[in-house]
């Protein structure tokens, strides 16, 4: 290479440095031309350059503004280039998700992947459709709808409970992060997809193994380009690259559609999830003669894989987050525990000893243990939605533009002390029912708030309760020396986990170690 040339390729590479650092800089004054102050963003990363490094949890910089900048209705921040509005204000946040919802109907993130069929679900879809799909839905999540699958739920918790059973008679502590992963994979696997994995006694099992790459691929590559897709889903779109493995979207898609063949081909029907979805979509095709005809919105196989896959990615990570950290919480607040099991114990004896579905809907200190735990713990730390037209925030100058990512931190939120007094103090109390209607909407949004609210709420509490019934009946739960108090989030994950697990002994009641 010629001296000259080599001249000109170093002042084209310094040209373009220059370009992108200056480009960098005018995309970083964004909030600044708007009037919104917010934290300094640095280089290339924005805000989040640490959750990048992994020395911090996904949500973790939209926790530690909310408490700097409380004193402010909402704060500018940056994911990589991209602006974020994160809203502090609760009346504001209550506007964005309720009364000027079809400003912000999208999530904003990018979940699917290039041709991902497991992407078109109720969780990513927005719009007319949205609204059809969710309304249609809507049924599944019923209290007769739910009582109906309660048997398959009370069936996953007695496995559940002889896992346990073995566990500590082999005087051995329990992981109860893994616990109730187990638990949850097993039930999400039951009810929306139709089989069993075996979770408890197999932990080979395909289902079992690919759900958990699904929400925890061990791979690099693919937990960059899942946070790649979450914090710059535009970019991650028109590179058409996928969001998952080939091998994931593979076994799934293929379990549901041959699930869904060999019912329909033997006309089996089962009171789960999935049947729910095969009814839905026959409903759409109507024979006339011998025409076929599509009825309003298609619902494909596509549709029928994609929203079976919302029912994992809506229930497994709920259920099990709150299972786990309720434990956690009852081993160590004794007297909250030792009431929880006064509740257990009276209700069970009303009902002869038995768990049916009446019994637990009665056991509602319970209920108030898993909105405290909620509280302390949501497995999403944060809301977010997505721009869909210009918006003027009403009273101000400022313009949301089309595209804009709205952040709303609920844990911060959850953990302010001027909403909640002694915040880190583990307290049921606080969501009596006395209590819960003196609250703002959005003073506790585990469940999101607005149209957009999660369609199964009654099954997560349901899920998250009843493998705790039957352990608090039988055991005492006593903290491990292995769980670290307090509790340590793990920095690589997008939902709140912990980072060495949950570890637990479970005492017989009545009996020593």
Not at 32 to 49: E, M
Not at 251 to 265: A, D, E, H, M, P
Not at 411 to 430: E, G, S, T, V
Request: overall charge positive.
């Amino acid at each position: 290479m010629s001296r000259s040339c080599f001249y000109e390729i170093m002042f084209s590479l310094i040209i373009t440095v220059i370009l992108v650092i200056l480009w960098f800089q005018y995309k970083f004054k964004y909030w600044a031309r708007k009037g919104v102050t917010g934290p300094q963003p640095v280089f290339l990363f924005g805000n989040i350059k640490e959750v990048i490094e992994r020395k911090k949890q996904f949500f973790q910089p939209y926790w530690e503004s909310y408490f700097k900048y409380k004193h402010l209705p909402y704060v500018g921040m940056y994911c990589f280039h991209r602006p974020v509005l994160s809203i502090h204000d609760l009346d504001i946040a209550k506007m964005i998700l309720t009364k000027d919802f079809e400003y912000f109907q999208s999530r904003g993130t990018y979940s699917g992947g290039y041709g991902d069929p497991l992407a078109v679900n109720l969780f990513n879809i927005h719009g007319k459709r949205w609204k059809y799909l969710r309304l249609k839905m809507t049924p599944a999540f019923t209290p007769g709808k739910l009582k109906t699958i309660y048997p398959i739920v009370h069936d996953v918790a007695d496995q559940a409970l002889n896992y346990a059973d073995l566990l500590q008679s082999n005087k051995e502590s329990i992981d109860f992060s893994d616990f109730y992963s187990k638990y949850a994979m097993e039930i999400i696997a039951n009810i929306g997809f139709g089989v069993e994995c075996n979770s408890f006694k197999n932990a080979t099992s395909e289902f079992y193994i690919r759900g958990h790459e699904y929400f925890d691929h061990k791979s690099h590559y693919w937990r960059f380009i899942r946070a790649f897709a979450f914090f710059a889903p535009d970019i991650f779109d028109r590179l058409k690259i996928k969001r998952i493995s080939s091998n994931i979207e593979n076994f799934f898609y293929g379990l549901v559609k041959s699930t869904v063949n060999y019912r329909q081909k033997l006309n089996y029907k089962r009171n789960d999830f999935l049947q729910t979805l095969i009814e839905l979509k026959n409903e759409h095709i109507r024979e006339q003669g011998d025409v076929k005809f599509v009825q309003d919105f298609p619902f494909s196989m596509n549709d029928v894989a994609a929203n079976a896959m919302l029912y994992m990615i809506a229930g497994y990570e709920t259920s099990a987050t709150t299972g786990q950290f309720a434990a956690y919480q009852l081993a160590l607040n004794s007297e909250v525990q030792s009431k929880a099991r006064e509740e257990v114990d009276r209700v069970l004896a009303k009902y002869g000893g038995k768990c049916t579905y009446e019994a637990q809907n009665e056991m509602t200190y319970l209920n108030m243990v898993l909105d405290e735990t909620m509280r302390m713990h949501p497995s999403m730390r944060c809301l977010f939605r997505r721009c869909n037209k210009n918006y003027r925030m009403p009273n101000t100058d400022l313009v949301i533009e089309k595209g804009t990512l709205i952040f709303i931190p609920i844990h911060a939120i959850q953990m302010d002390p001027d909403i909640f007094p002694d915040p880190k103090k583990f307290n049921p109390d606080r969501f009596s029912q006395e209590n819960k209607t003196k609250m703002h909407p959005c003073h506790w949004m585990p469940f999101g708030e607005g149209p957009r609210k999660c369609l199964g709420i009654r099954q997560g509490y349901i899920q998250s309760k009843i493998a705790l019934v039957m352990i608090l009946h039988k055991y005492e739960l006593l903290l491990d020396d292995r769980t670290p108090v307090p509790m340590r989030i793990k920095a690589s994950s997008l939902v709140y986990g912990a980072e060495c697990g949950v570890w637990l002994k479970l005492r017989r009641l009545n009996s020593s170690l």
